[in-house]
C-alpha cells in the first residue's frame, strides 16, 4: 500500500535518540505528515450551536461580572471554623470544649453530607491506583518483552554477520580453487593473457584467517552493531 508505514519503534532497547540530528529529523517527519494529513471536514458542523450558559449559575455570573469590572475578590471568610470557647466558668471541662466543637458549622455540615462524599472519593482514590497498578503492569510488561526481543535481535544480527562472512569466506576460497585448476590445466594461456577477475583473486591472502578477512568480518560486524 502506498505511504504506508510499519512502525516498528523499541524504545525500552532502541539507542541512538540522542545522536545529533534526530530530533530535527523527527520534526521534519511531524510536519510532513500534518501537511499530507490536513483536515477536510469540520467535526462539529454536525453538534449544533454552541450552548455557553448551560452551567452559569446565579453565582457563577456574579463572579464573571466581577471579573468584568476588575473588581477584587472577597477574602475568604474562615467564620465557620473558628471555635467559641465555652463560658469561662467551663473552660477547663472538657466536655465544654466538646460541645463547643458540635456547635461548629463545617463539623455540622460533615456529619450530615460527608459520609456518601467521602466513600465516593475514597473509591475513586481506590480506583486510581488500580489504573496506576495496571499502566505499571503494561510497561513493565513491554519492557520485559522488548529486553527479550533486542537480546534476540542482537543474536540473530551477530548470527547474520557471521554467516555473511563465512560466505565471504567461501567465495573466495571456490576463485582461489578455480585459479588453480586453470593454472594446472592450462599453464600456458595463463601467462600472457590472464582475465583481470583472475588476477584480482590473485592478490586475495591465501589464509583463510588472515587480518584482511578479520577486517572484512569487523566491517560487517559493525555495519549491523547495535
Not at 523499541?10 to 505528515?33: C, K
Request: glycine content about 4%; aromatic content about 6%.
Amino acid at each position: 500500500m502506498a505511504g504506508e508505514v510499519v512502525v516498528d519503534a523499541l524504545p525500552y532497547i532502541d539507542q541512538g535518540y540522542d545522536d545529533p540530528g534526530i530530533r530535527e529529523a523527527a520534526l521534519a517527519m511531524v510536519e510532513e505528515e500534518c501537511r499530507r494529513y490536513r483536515p477536510t471536514k469540520n467535526y462539529l458542523e454536525n453538534s449544533g450551536p454552541e450552548v455557553v450558559t448551560t452551567f452559569e449559575t446565579p453565582a457563577i455570573q456574579r463572579e464573571m461580572e466581577r471579573v468584568q469590572q476588575r473588581l477584587p475578590m472577597e477574602p475568604l471568610s474562615m467564620k465557620r471554623y473558628e471555635l467559641p470557647p465555652p463560658p469561662a466558668g467551663r473552660l477547663g471541662d472538657p466536655a465544654a470544649w466538646t460541645e463547643s466543637v458540635d456547635k461548629l458549622p463545617c463539623t455540622t455540615l460533615s456529619s450530615n453530607h460527608s459520609g456518601d462524599e467521602f466513600g465516593t472519593a475514597a473509591a475513586i482514590w481506590i480506583r486510581g491506583l488500580e489504573l496506576r497498578k495496571q499502566i505499571a503492569g503494561v510497561n513493565w510488561e513491554r519492557k520485559r518483552s522488548q529486553t527479550a526481543s533486542g537480546a534476540r535481535l542482537r543474536a540473530l544480527r551477530r548470527r547474520w554477520a557471521h554467516l555473511v562472512s563465512d560466505n565471504y569466506r567461501l567465495e573466495r576460497a571456490v576463485m582461489q580453487l578455480e585459479l588453480q585448476l586453470r593454472k594446472v590445466k592450462d599453464q600456458p594461456s595463463l601467462v600472457d593473457d590472464e582475465p583481470a577477475d583472475l588476477e584480482a583473486v590473485k592478490n586475495l591472502p591465501d589464509k583463510l584467517n588472515s587480518e584482511s578477512e578479520k577486517e572484512v568480518q569487523k566491517k560487517i560486524e559493525d555495519m549491523f552493531a547495535d
